[in-house]
């Protein structure tokens, strides 16, 4: 990150901030209620947007004011488009992670004193668990011994070190060991933190979860009492993704990795080891041993021809509940062991350990197969984080099977090495299952011959292959073995699984998609609960789910793409644990509700939430209603919330019951939630379906947007603490300002990609907005010095174009929630759009059409930028605040005239480039530059038309264009037809560069490119701007001429909307121009003057060098009556005007080259002028 070299920027713009945060608060101006149907203000739309509340357990960071500043930008928006918008803002504190931080602060101050004094090093220690929070044991029956996990991972901090890192004291910290206390100390400092920003929140309705505030907790037991009731929440025996070390599910906010990754439900092939055993095993002698192999595909097992193992890996023999020995890896037992594999949950009976060399060459029983004896030959690749170690092989259908199986065929010493006979491997060939459309029957062989895959190393073809195969076998395989002979791969995968498990051949085996590590440092396991659990697979309730989706806007396809796909495969959610906080479930309280279901519809809430408590966010000091947590009952509820629920009996007022539901009805539903996609496969897929189980037949209470961004990463990397890169939302406040820091949120990006937080891009915007608004300073001081009457010139015309094409396309952008793009329109190119209209308006820029735009500019930055827009509101004289304001109302935009404009730029910059090119000089006969001097005078040819060539080379692109549907064919096809025209044939070698160059026209710029003349007159538009080409390319005469006044190859050259031009240097003798004014920063300097010049020509040279001329009406030019004498007599202060004679407009300046002289003819008099004229500057 690089140094800063001051902040006086950056603190100028914070003392706004404050000054005008001050001022909101004041006037409460966020605040906002509902209002009665039929008043005044019942007419304007309103506008609710929510973000999911963060999580309590620290600082808030840049990552979250990333995605909080979309809802902050929309409200904005929808501000000045006159909606009643509200943002309240809620604070998470349900879960585990407060909890457990807490315990490991209490545990790390009992074993190391207060202050702790940690040793240098620490190893693992050992912990025994507690009833509910087991970790898995492993059972060695030969030493009758149990072993304990570690508590913790050996790389994890201490929680205290943690806390200092915070900046808190030691007395501080030892408060943390209480979890109440995190709910007392971070959500007042992520209010303080976020009221930093300049928020748009109403704060009265925030609040903390769990049941530390009655209300919520109130509220939630009630949304669970109805989803019970609608058979939506069920209880029993579900595969979930579970921490042995926490004792309970581990459920995504739960997750320090592995966040969204479900159960993966395998067939556990049991292959029966078949007498003699190997000697490692012939203890087993008599019983049922088992290699266990985990597939997802069992309809593939009968095309077994061997099973694989690891010769170097580790391997455990360990006992089932049924007295049955199955080897696999440990990581595996540990999963089964928690899935009823054994005979006490969580433990796993360890008979033996061995390593896949042990039981390479054992002989097999396996289910299906066609091979009575299959054996266990060798592979290298197999790995231990998926699966159980042991692998089926199907050389038929796998490419990896048939890989390493011709592999061990074909290399005596690779089966010698490993014990491995040729019986065991040489008779087994691939057995025909499946037929795959354009694969055949051995669809592995096939595509391995195709990619001439020679090995198993040949890993990037083999997972071509895969990719290949795989798929198309599932969706389009037709099965060819007996009992399911013609029956489609993905319809019999289920019966097939089923009848190997009924004859006891498979299990059921469940294990994470992906790692799944916990916040305690725990790798997860698939367990088999009794638990309370969210039906989401429910066949009705998901159909509900979709319905509500597809009536959501969601802003980009790829976000519904993920919406849908989430649908599809969410299943049963665990919405129960026993460890953390939270509220109870009602019905049963031993259990709590966790933290991303208790999260789902309290949205509601906020509508409500000011009336039930104030001036406190834990719910503790009643509302201004009175209401008490305990009269907030069921039927209350239901009336509030329930259309049709009817008045309960309570002792709270019915008014004050209509106030609750009037404001739920009148905010509801939620306009916009914006989340980060993360959520998509859990919060926010949860939140439409709860919404559409509590009002199932009330559409106007489901959400209606959702916008999911990106990750942020800050300066291209990931944000980190342990790499230093890493911004709390507060130290980007600081460092930045918050306006700052809100438009690099805002430039930092908008789609589902990963965003990026540029630092150095952050600075280069405080510089922006400060040279902003001391330019809007310097032209409210300068008012009156401004150009006033009809606006009306070319260039008046344009920037008001401009300025109204720039509310449209902002607004457009600001709508479609693209805020980098309306950053870009609204503020990049706005103020570009101005700083072309200062450097073209040469006759100075105008009053109204200036101040016209400040305020303009005001607002489209608003939204993103409130507080200095605020602030510039007010230095315009505006009394009320810019809250109030409206979006500018767009007049018309001439967009013919702004493609003019464009035009003019560009053709600057052509002929600006043309004259560096004249400038840079030939070679002579030996090397030697020919000097060239630089351009005084300039031709620019214009066409009206295109040179005949080029007229018949567009006629036949534009019949193309029109013909094939707005596309043109390739340019073999145009080529061919244009050789073929004979009078193109000359200019053959011209047609195919000017037909590429249409093509990449046509592309950014539309169909017009192909239009035989400009939709605008090209003359008019430079001799209307002659002055500025002039100035601007530092010519002394610029004359616009038709082509066809030119020679054959400017015709040639010349086409409509790129002219041509010629330089040439006139002659000239060198005059100096001296100011007598005393103090006034106007100098002395020397000009060249041209035949014919005259006086407004040379003030105009003049400007060109002295920059603090910006009219040529200041300026009074005069000629000494003595030319000879009159430059030598020292000048009288206030009397510069005597002995010399003012120039008139008229007169005109004759040069003398062989005498180098000048001479002034004025009314048919000719004086000598000497080398010397006076100006003065008023």
């Not at 795959?436 to 062989?445: D, F, Q, R, W």
Request: neutral net charge; glycine residues 6%; aromatic residues 10%.
């Amino acid at each position: 990150m690089t140094e800063r070299k001051g902040t006086a920027k950056v603190d100028y713009l914070k003392r706004i901030e404050k000054d005008i945060q001050k001022k909101w608060d004041e006037n409460k101006l966020f605040e906002i209620d509902a209002v009665d149907p039929g008043s005044a203000e019942s007419s304007q739309p309103k506008y609710l947007v929510t973000f999911p509340y963060p999580y309590m357990n620290g600082r808030l960071h840049l990552g979250h004011s990333f995605s909080l500043s979309k809802c902050e930008f929309a409200v904005g928006f929808q501000r000045l488009k006159g909606r009643r918008c509200l943002f309240p803002f809620g604070l998470h504190c349900t879960g585990m992670p407060i909890k457990a931080c807490a315990d490991k602060l209490k545990r790390e101050l009992e074993l190391y004193g207060n202050p702790p004094q940690f040793p240098e090093e620490v190893e693992e220690e050992e912990e025994t668990p507690a009833k509910n929070q087991e970790e898995t044991v492993i059972k060695d029956k030969a030493k009758a011994k149990k072993s304990k996990a570690a508590a913790k991972s050996g790389g994890a901090k201490f929680q205290w070190i943690i806390m200092k890192s915070l900046g808190l004291s030691d007395e501080e910290i030892v408060k943390f060991a209480e979890a109440e206390y995190w709910l007392d100390y971070f959500p007042v400092i992520a209010v303080q933190d976020l009221k930093k920003m300049g928020l748009k929140i109403d704060w009265r309705r925030s609040f903390i979860t769990t049941d530390v505030n009655p209300f919520y907790d109130s509220f939630v037991k009630w949304q669970f009492l109805i989803l019970k009731e609608k058979k939506k929440v069920k209880f029993g025996k579900r595969y979930t993704i579970y921490s042995p070390k926490d004792g309970q599910p581990c459920m995504d906010h739960d997750r320090h990795s592995g966040e969204g990754v479900g159960p993966q439900e395998y067939t556990l092939i049991k292959m029966k080891i078949l007498e003699p055993y190997p000697a490692k095993l012939s203890g087993f002698k008599g019983g049922n041993v088992y290699l266990v192999a985990a597939t997802l595909r069992p309809e593939t097992m009968f095309g077994q021809t061997n099973c694989w193992v690891r010769p170097d890996m580790n391997y455990i023999a360990f006992e089932t509940v049924n007295g049955d020995i199955f080897i696999c890896t440990k990581r595996a037992a540990r999963n089964m062991s928690f899935q009823g594999f054994t005979k006490e949950n969580g433990e796993v009976p360890l008979v033996l350990t061995i390593i896949g060399e042990d039981i390479l060459g054992v002989s097999l029983s396996a289910p299906l197969t066609s091979y009575k004896i299959i054996y266990a030959l060798p592979m290298l690749t197999i790995k231990e984080d998926k699966g159980t170690g042991i692998v089926t092989s199907v050389p038929s259908d796998a490419p990896d099977d048939i890989a390493a199986l011709r592999d061990l065929k074909k290399k005596k010493v690779l089966r010698e090495k490993y014990g491995i006979t040729d019986e065991m491997v040489l008779p087994f060939e691939p057995v025909p299952i499946i037929e795959i459309p354009g694969y055949g029957n051995l669809s592995a062989p096939t595509v391995c011959d195709e990619l001439k895959i020679q090995s198993q190393n040949d890993r990037e073809k083999l997972v071509e292959a895969k990719e290949r195969v795989y798929l198309k076998g599932f969706y389009e395989g037709v099965m060819l073995v007996d009992g399911y002979k013609g029956q489609k791969v993905q319809e019999v995968k289920k019966p097939i699984q089923r009848k190997m498990i009924d004859k006891g051949e498979a299990m059921i085996y469940m294990e994470p998609e992906k790692q799944v590590i916990s916040r305690s440092a725990d790798e997860c396991v698939v367990a088999l609960c009794d638990q309370w659990y969210l039906d989401y697979g429910e066949e009705s309730w998901k159909k509900q789910a979709a319905d509500c989706l597809s009536t959501v806007e969601t802003y980009c396809e790829e976000t519904r793409r993920n919406f849908e796909a989430s649908l599809e495969w969410l299943q049963d959610h665990a919405c129960s644990r026993t460890y953390g906080l939270g509220s109870r479930l009602p019905w049963d309280d031993q259990w709590l509700i966790e933290s991303l279901s208790d999260s789902t519809i309290y949205m509601a809430y906020y509508t409500v939430a000011h009336l039930l408590h104030k001036g406190c966010l834990n719910g503790q000091t009643s509302g201004p209603l009175g209401i008490r947590p305990e009269q907030m009952t069921r039927e209350v509820w239901d009336y509030v919330f329930l259309k049709a629920a009817p008045f309960p009996e309570t002792a709270i007022p019915k008014q004050n019951l209509d106030q609750l539901k009037k404001e739920f009805e009148y905010w509801y539903p939620v306009d916009l939630r914006v989340s980060g996609k993360d959520l998509v496969p859990n919060h926010l897929s949860y939140y439409l379906y709860n919404h559409v189980a509590m009002w199932p037949s009330d559409r106007s209470k489901w959400p209606q947007a959702v916008r999911a961004n990106g990750h942020l990463l800050l300066n291209s990397e990931k944000m980190s603490k342990s790499t230093g890169n890493f911004l709390t939302l507060t130290e980007a406040v600081e460092k930045f300002s918050a306006d700052g820091m809100r438009l690099a949120l805002a430039d930092a990006g908008d789609t589902v990609e990963d965003a990026n937080f540029v630092e150095t891009m952050a600075d280069a915007g405080i510089l922006r907005l400060y040279t902003w608004v001391e330019w809007v300073k310097e032209m409210i001081a300068n008012r009156e010095s401004l150009r006033s009457g009809p606006a009306n010139t070319f260039n008046d015309r344009v920037f008001a174009s401009e300025m109204n094409a720039g509310i449209l396309k902002t607004e457009q952008h600001y709508e479609k929630m693209m805020f980098k793009e309306a950053l870009k329109t609204g503020f990049f190119e706005f103020q570009a759009a101005k700083d072309k209209y200062r450097e073209v308006a040469v006759e100075g820029m105008h009053q109204d059409l200036v101040f016209h735009f400040i305020e303009i500019q005001t607002l489209l930055l608003a939204p993103i930028c409130p507080h200095l827009c605020e602030h510039i509101w007010a230095l315009l004289g505006k009394t009320e605040s810019l809250m109030k304001a409206s979006w500018p109302v767009a007049g018309h935009v001439d967009e013919i005239l702004i493609r003019s404009s464009q035009y003019l730029m560009e053709t600057a910059h052509d002929v600006r480039l043309r004259a560096k090119n004249y400038m840079i000089s030939g070679k002579g006969k030996k090397g030697d530059p020919k000097p060239t001097q630089k351009p005084s005078h300039c031709n620019i040819y214009v066409a009206k038309n295109y040179p005949p060539w080029q007229h018949t080379t567009l006629l036949l692109l534009r019949n193309h264009y029109e013909k094939n549907g707005g596309q043109l064919p390739d340019n073999k096809i145009i080529a061919g037809e244009l050789k073929d025209l004979p009078e193109l044939k000359k200019y053959m070698k011209k047609v195919m560069p000017f037909v590429a160059m249409i093509k990449e026209n046509l592309e950014k710029n539309g169909p017009r490119v192909l239009d035989l003349e400009l939709e605008f007159d090209e003359r008019s538009v430079l001799m209307e701007n002659i002055v500025y080409l002039t100035n601007s390319l530092e010519l002394d005469h610029i004359d616009v001429l038709f082509a066809t006044e030119a020679d054959d190859k400017i015709r040639e050259e010349c086409c409509p909307g790129k002219p041509f031009c010629v330089f040439r240097t006139e002659p000239s003798v060198p005059l100096f121009l001296v100011n007598p004014q005393p103090a006034n920063g106007h100098f002395s300097t020397q000009i060249d003057i041209r035949q014919g010049d005259k006086k407004d020509a040379v003030i105009r040279k003049l400007m060109k060098i002295d920059r603090g001329i910006k009219d040529l009406t200041q300026v009074k030019l005069m000629r000494y009556e003595d030319p000879v004498l009159g430059p030598r007599r020292v000048p009288v202060l206030g009397k510069e005007s005597v002995g010399k004679v003012a120039i008139s407009e008229k007169a005109s300046f004759h040069i003398d080259l062989s005498a180098k002289k000048i001479q002034l003819i004025d009314n048919g008099l000719t004086v000598d002028v000497g080398d010397t004229l006076i100006y003065l500057v008023y």
